[in-house]
């Protein structure tokens, strides 16, 4: 093959320009083809080629068809990819750089596209756990604005006809009724515009990326799920790294860029350059502070043992154990409460708040109609 006989240009070729990640089920789809093709010998620059003229366009389209022109033009694989930065993670060449010099390609692919699988499995299965929740919420608020905007008004003017005399749940409900649009929709408005607005203005640094992601993890369970994921992956890659013989720095430095949670990536550069000081890894993440104390102690113990591999992917799974419990709640328990909630919110606002003042009328009403007889 062209990437692991030929030596490596003496030059670095500059980057392509990116116009957009590749997704991870591309990401898996370029691997396990990579694979394919080196498990049977196959030449890989003939091979994307072909395999490029079969797509019939996007994204993987062109990644694959511009890593056959780099390899016909005298790259490695790990340089062709290498010029791929914004499309590719970084990590994936220097996996494939250290497979390639181990001699152990094909386990390295392999274990690519089982990280790659499980990230992506994984990361289905946080999402669907905070969708459901959200959509009841969400059906929760547009039920309370229907209710305002239809059926308040109607008891509204009912009240006001018989100038009845109202309890102060029912006069808070009428005033409610009188100004649904202020009281139900703008406030909602708002504060999903103010969410959105200090999301997009925060992204703009690392220091605000910083500050939503604290936000974020401060949340009840959501936050806690979202925190253990982003551990569990970091953890994970950085293992793989390490059983692939990557330096302990480097290796750092690509988990820490792959990694969703801005903690990690704005922390690694610093990380790193204490490990190339010689400060151990436990040591250097307990004194940023940037892992809870549990990851440190394991990564520590891992260190002194001589098995810091093992301790990662123990770390990953410990906290991915974690996040799918987090997940399972979130998905099965909490939507019947926001429901049971909805409902008993509603129901009791109904028979306090409207039906009360409504039986006194009819009370009234049926009282006159006996003293007339």
Request: proline fraction near 7%; avoid cysteine; hydrophobic fraction near 50%.
């Amino acid at each position: 093959m062209s990437d692991s006989s030929e030596p490596a240009p003496p030059f670095a070729a500059p980057p392509r320009p990116a116009r957009g990640v590749l997704s991870a089920d591309d990401l898996i789809t370029l691997n396990e083809e990579i694979a394919g093709m080196a498990r049977a010998g196959l030449p890989l620059d003939q091979g994307l080629a072909a395999l490029a003229r079969e797509m019939g366009g996007g994204r993987l389209q062109q990644v694959t068809d511009q890593l056959a022109a780099d390899l016909q033009s005298g790259l490695t694989l790990p340089q062709a990819l290498q010029r791929q930065q914004g499309r590719v993670p970084p990590f994936y060449a220097a996996l494939l750089a250290a497979g390639i010099r181990s001699g152990r390609i094909g386990d390295v692919l392999a274990t690519m596209t089982f990280y790659a699988r499980s990230i992506a499995d994984f990361r289905a299965s946080v999402a669907s756990a905070l969708f459901y929740p959200a959509v009841v919420l969400a059906l929760g608020l547009a039920l309370m604005i229907f209710v305002g905007f239809a059926v308040l008004p109607q008891f509204v003017q009912v009240f006001q006809e018989f100038k009845l005399r109202l309890p102060l749940l029912t006069q808070v409900l009428v005033f409610i009724g009188q100004y649904p649009l202020e009281i139900l929709v703008l406030p909602v408005a708002l504060a999903v515009v103010g969410v959105v607005t200090t999301w997009w203005g925060l992204q703009s640094g690392p220091r605000g990326r910083v500050l939503w992601a604290r936000f974020v993890y401060g949340l009840p369970l959501a936050g806690t799920l979202i925190r253990s994921a982003r551990l569990a992956a970091f953890a994970d890659l950085l293992g793989i790294l390490v059983d692939q013989s990557i330096p302990l720095p480097e290796a750092l430095g690509l988990a820490a860029a792959a990694s969703s949670d801005p903690l990690l990536t704005e922390g690694g550069d610093r990380i790193a350059n204490d490990l190339r000081q010689g400060l151990p890894l436990g040591k250097a993440l307990e004194q940023h502070g940037l892992v809870p104390q549990l990851v440190v102690w394991m990564i520590g113990f891992g260190e002194k043992q001589g098995t810091l591999g093992s301790a990662l992917h123990q770390v990953a799974q410990l906290y991915r154990r974690q996040a799918e419990v987090r997940a399972n709640l979130l998905r099965t328990v909490l939507p019947p409460l926001l429901i049971v909630a909805i409902a008993g919110t509603l129901g009791l606002l109904f028979i306090f708040g409207l039906m009360a003042p409504m039986g006194s009328l009819l009370e009234g009403l049926s009282g006159t109609k006996i003293g007339r007889k």
